[in-house]
Nanobody, 119 residues
Framework: QVQLVESGGGLVQAGGSLRLSCVAS????????MGWFRQAPGKEQELVAR????????YYTDSVKGRFTISRDNAKNTIYLQMNNLKPEDTAVYYC????????????WGQGTQVTVSS
């Protein structure tokens, strides 16, 4: 059974930092991109960041560029999202997903972790 398990969410003041982790079990995503999505109340789900298998290619949605960094440790089957200079508009449930391919919904999703940024 494939599972993606996120951790690291929480409540933080604006300007603060959080680091999300996502551990995959049941299979590896060799050669495939993984990523982080988020969904805020009343808003559509959006892709926040994506990382290739090698880590050499990344994508960030415009609103987080320069503040968030996605990384992965394939030996640990884990991806991370370092979030700095957090803003209230970053408040959402963050989901790990795989594989992340253009135009195709991921096959696997984590349960989500809440990130709340207070002003």
């Amino acid at each position: 059974q494939v599972q993606l398990v996120e951790s690291g969410g929480g409540l933080v003041q604006a300007g603060g930092s959080l680091r999300l982790s996502c551990v995959a079990s049941g299979r590896t995503f060799s050669g495939l991109s993984m990523g982080w999505f988020r969904q805020a109340p009343g808003k559509e789900q959006e892709l926040v960041a994506r990382i290739s298998w090698s880590g050499g290619s990344t994508y960030y949605t415009d609103s987080v560029k320069g503040r968030f960094t996605i990384s992965r440790d394939n030996a640990k089957n884990t991806i991370y999202l370092q979030m700095n200079n957090l803003k209230p508009e970053d408040t959402a449930v963050y989901y790990c997903a795989a594989p992340v391919l253009h135009g195709v919904d991921p096959d696997y999703w984590g349960q989500g972790t809440q990130v709340t940024v207070s002003s």
